[in-house]
């Protein structure tokens, strides 16, 4: 996983609390994203950043807030959980490259909502 | 918005077996990547393929990226249960700077023994 750690692995929720997924990089990459993988939709990109101080909305940010207060940390925040939010979550950083957007992947957080 | 289709959606072949499995879009990308996921994990980069005709080999695995860089193959030779997984690929979204991917949502394929 190229030195990408999320925490926690597995974590259930009840409808309306909240949370926090922490991802860790050893290595000092500018770019880092979280994504949601879910059956028949694929990986969708929530928000990320390109930097320290730095974040971004992506694909499907509903729901979620993001902070990046140091570089090595990238934090996915649920204020209020919903079912919808039952997913398989991915932090990946992007390797320094001008040319191409490789992607490193951490090992994931399972979420369950209820 | 670019997208990527990738086919077939599952593939269940026996161990030993060639396949074939397929990435296309109706837009041009400057390159693009393959990624296999396996169960409970991320995904792992395979390869990054350039320029169009390109042609990667990774032991039994050979990716080919389209003549007019819209589309990319990945065949697999002789395949063994360790290849289980969901092939994904990807590409740069177009535009500015290459820092965000579009994700095809992959071919999910068993090896039987």
Redesign the interface.
Known sequence: NAGVTQTPKFRVLKTGQSMTLLCAQDMNHEYMYWYRQDPGLGLRLIHYSVGEGTTAKGEVPDGYNVSRLKKQNFLLGLESAAPSQTSVYFCAIKRDSKLFNEQFFGPGTRLTVL | TQLLEQSPQFLSIQEGENLTVYCNSSSVFS?L?WYRQEP??????LV?V?TGGEVKKLKRLTFQFGDARKDSSLHITAAQPGDTGLY?C?G?NSGGS????T????TLLTVNP
């Open positions: 390159s990547q409970g994990e991320g995904p792992v980069l990054t350039v994904l990807a740069p290459n820092y965000k991917l994700f095809g949502k992959g």
